[in-house]
């Protein structure tokens, strides 16, 4: 959940397309081999960056003087001060000029390098090549719109210091200018490692000396340390930004993994018409049309917002909101049971309205099912006729939940799958029955391919965490985690079916008209990071997958997603004060609490 979530977006925001690096790149070079010069594309960067963080200072300034004692950011109390904190790319090169039109602007202004040598500030050595298309392969040509950057500023007489001058001294942050904005501007989307030596201590000071004078973070395109194509940050080693100011196109890693927790309030600076950079590539290779659009088009779509809903028709009744059937809850022998995964999931499916329910799980737990969910049918989970006739009567089976991961357990799971097979039921797949799924994989079991074949036809959602993914995939959890796109991508291939990918910024992969979509669902925080929140998404699911009235939108995966992401924020979210009743707070938060909050977003969904 970022600073400014605010729920009056429930319903309100666009979608937004997110690219990876390569493609962003390659918008760039498309530009370019229009004629457009490349260096003329920093500048105009720089200067609208400039305009921003004079805005985004403005507000900060307005907001501070409103709040007592804590007037730091009063315009006549001293000039204004920005730390500009550059790297040797092109990332480094905006950060040169925002400089100079900063100083230009009046801003006192202090440049902080980072791998630099004493002759790179030799401006009267370096030779000025011009209108050299920039080429992420070649850092000689990379190094001359970032050079010329340099030559300009220095030529306004910016101030700078080399880092590595300072980064001996115990108070290398104190040394640096106390300034009101730091900016950092060391790596872009140019990163491909870990930053190490000069770089990683320049990171972390930055941060440190950002915190010591509360002043604002605002980087350049794109956290130093924050991989654009992935999420991922090496080690804990990323620029902590407020706000990221990002150019040409919203980039994928900002939205998932750590981007989530590095990136700060989103600013996007376009630059370039995508579309016609798109269209120009094309045309310049007809016969490679096709790939260039499709080079082109988002890997994801960023969902900030749900689909409305429309009030139920008056003249309905239960059973024209679906009957599910939850089957988890189990006890295997010798152990205390999971009872309360069936139960969560079995609420959750109440909470977001589906007309009626059974749950299929282990006789120990009938009496607290019914303590807390009087409304659920109940039946043995181990009852396989039973179960199998009751999925017969089911719209849609849910099962996992609390299962158990024996080989009883398996024996169970294969069967109830069958049936739903059989049947021609929708089947939602959450945590033990992914255990099995997964064994099953690997034990080549034959139900692996029917529930493929099955899923091209019918619906058929999993719901895995990284560490599930990871089974299912027999993979690493950090190969998962370093590339969550491609893992979700991966898991739909190998099982077939529609997929979230849960964690912050969760995944999910649908099928829609024969296309596979991607979408990155910006909702949810981390107070969510507990003990059954997932058994409330599979019932949240399969609640939204069993109410036929729904449209198809608002009975999709991306939107169970984005209900339960809502319904978590809605508890810790204390900028809503209609919401003042639900309150929990991150701390604390228990996947129990969510089922109010999932009736309350419900109700904010109906149009
Ligand atoms: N591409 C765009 O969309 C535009 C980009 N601009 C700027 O250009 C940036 C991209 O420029 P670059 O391709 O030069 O990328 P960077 O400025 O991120 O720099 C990459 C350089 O850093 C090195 N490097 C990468 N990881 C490192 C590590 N861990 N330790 C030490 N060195 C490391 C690379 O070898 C490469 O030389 C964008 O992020 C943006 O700031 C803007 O000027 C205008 C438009
Ligand atoms: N930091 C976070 N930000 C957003 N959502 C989160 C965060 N942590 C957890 N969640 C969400 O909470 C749910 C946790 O699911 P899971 O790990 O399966 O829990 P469990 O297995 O205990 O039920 C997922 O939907 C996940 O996306």
């Known amino acids: 959940m970022r600073n400014n979530t605010n729920l009056s977006s429930i319903k309100n925001t666009k979608p937004i397309a997110l690219y990876n690096s390569e493609q962003v790149y390659a918008m760039e070079q498309a530009w370019f081999a229009e004629g457009y010069d490349s260096f003329g594309l920093m500048k105009q960067a720089a200067w609208q960056m400039t305009q921003q963080i004079e805005q985004i200072y403005e507000?900060?300034?307005?907001?501070?003087?409103?709040?007592?004692?804590?007037?730091?950011?009063?315009?006549?109390a001293h000039p204004r001060r920005a730390s500009i904190w550059v790297g040797k790319g092109n990332n480094g090169g905006d950060g040169w000029l925002i400089a100079h039109y900063l100083q230009q602007a009046g801003w006192q202004v202090e440049v902080m390098t980072v791998g630099f040598s004493e002759n790179d500030f030799d401006i009267h050595d370096?030779?000025?090549?011009?209108?050299?298309?920039?080429?992420?392969?070649?850092?000689?040509?990379?190094?001359?719109?970032?050079t010329k950057a340099l030559q300009i500023a220095l030529a306004s007489s910016c101030h700078y210091q080399r880092f590595e001058d300072i980064i001996s001294?115990?108070?290398?942050?104190?040394?640096?200018?106390?300034?009101?904005?730091?900016?950092?501007?060391?790596?872009?989307?140019?990163?491909?490692?870990?930053?190490?030596?000069?770089?990683?201590?320049?990171?972390?000071?930055?941060?440190?000396?950002?915190?010591q004078n509360n002043a604002l973070a605002i980087a350049v395109d794109i956290p130093s340390g924050l991989v654009a194509s992935t999420g991922e940050v090496f080690e804990r080693i990323a620029i902590q930004a407020d706000v990221t100011l990002c150019l040409i196109a919203r980039k994928f890693g900002l939205h998932t993994k750590d981007g989530t927790d590095y990136s700060g309030d989103i600013v996007d600076i376009p630059l370039i018409p995508h579309q016609e950079a798109c269209q120009q590539t094309a045309s310049h290779h007809m016969v490679a049309q096709k790939n260039a659009s499709q080079a082109f088009e988002p890997v994801a779509t960023l969902l900030t917002a749900a689909h409305s809903m429309k009030p139920r028709r008056q003249n309905s009744y239960k059973g024209s909101y679906g009957h599910v059937l939850v089957i988890g809850g189990n006890r295997v022998d010798g152990s205390q049971g999971m009872g309360g995964a069936a139960i969560l999931s079995a609420a959750s499916t109440m909470a977001t309205g589906a007309g009626k329910i059974t749950v299929a799980?282990?006789?120990?737990?009938?009496?607290?099912?019914?303590?807390?969910l009087p409304d659920a049918m109940t039946i043995n989970l181990h009852d396989i006729s039973g179960v199998k006739g009751l999925i017969k009567q089911a719209s849609i089976v849910a099962i996992g939940m609390g299962l158990g991961r024996d080989e009883k357990a398996k024996t169970l799971f294969i069967n109830y799958v069958q049936a739903a097979i059989e049947n021609e039921k929708s089947i939602v797949i959450d945590a033990?029955?992914?255990?099995?799924?997964?064994?099953?994989?690997?034990?080549?079991?034959?139900?692996?391919?029917?529930?493929?074949?099955?899923?091209?036809?019918?619906?058929?959602?999993?719901?895995?965490?990284?560490?599930?993914?990871?089974?299912?995939?027999?993979?690493?959890?950090?190969?998962?985690?370093?590339?969550?796109?491609?893992?979700?991508?991966?898991?739909?291939?190998?099982?077939?079916?529609?997929?979230?990918?849960?964690?912050?910024?969760s995944l999910v992969l649908e099928q829609e008209e024969g296309k596979e979509q991607i979408y990155v669902c910006d909702v949810g925080n981390a107070g969510m990071a507990t003990a059954g929140m997932g058994d409330v998404l599979s019932?949240?699911?399969?609640?939204?997958?069993?109410?036929?009235?729904?449209?198809?939108?608002?009975?999709?995966?991306?939107?169970?997603?984005?209900?339960?992401?809502?319904?978590?924020?809605?508890?810790?979210?204390?900028?809503?004060?209609?919401?003042?009743?639900?309150?929990?707070?991150?701390?604390?938060?228990?996947?129990?609490?969510?089922?109010a909050a999932i009736r309350h977003v419900m109700q904010l969904m109906i149009v």
């Not at 507000?59 to 006549?76: C, E, G, M, P, Q």
């Not at 501007?185 to 440190?208: C, H, Q, S, V, W």
């Not at 034959?446 to 965490?465: D, F, G, K, M």
């Not at 449209?551 to 003042?580: K, M, P, Y």
């Open 361 to 372: 799980c282990h006789e120990a737990f009938h009496g607290s099912l019914l303590t807390s």
């Open 539 to 595: 019932g949240v699911t399969t609640g939204l997958l069993a109410q036929q009235d729904l449209s198809a939108e608002a009975r999709s995966l991306h939107q169970a997603v984005l209900i339960h992401g809502f319904a978590g924020d809605v508890l810790v979210n204390q900028a809503n004060s209609d919401t003042n009743t639900l309150l929990v707070g991150q701390r604390g938060l228990q996947a129990q609490d969510m089922l």
């Open 169 to 211: 001294h115990d108070d290398a942050g104190k040394r640096n200018l106390p300034a009101d904005i730091y900016i950092d501007a060391l790596f872009g989307i140019g990163l491909d490692r870990a930053p190490e030596g000069a770089y990683k201590a320049a990171i972390n000071a930055f941060n440190n000396v950002t915190q």
């Open 126 to 146: 370096q030779p000025v090549t011009s209108k050299t298309p920039r080429d992420k392969d070649s850092d000689s040509r990379n190094i001359t719109d970032a």
């Open 432 to 505: 033990d029955g992914l255990y099995h799924l997964a064994s099953l994989h690997m034990g080549n079991h034959e139900l692996i391919t029917e529930l493929r074949e099955y899923s091209a036809n019918h619906q058929v959602c999993l719901t895995p965490h990284s560490g599930e993914a990871a089974r299912l995939l027999d993979q690493k959890i950090s190969e998962i985690e370093s590339n969550r796109l491609q893992a979700v991508k991966q898991c739909a291939a190998t099982y077939g079916g529609d997929w979230i990918l849960k964690g912050a910024g």
């Open 59 to 76: 507000r900060k300034t307005v907001s501070t003087s409103h709040s007592a004692n804590t007037n730091v950011y009063h315009r006549s």
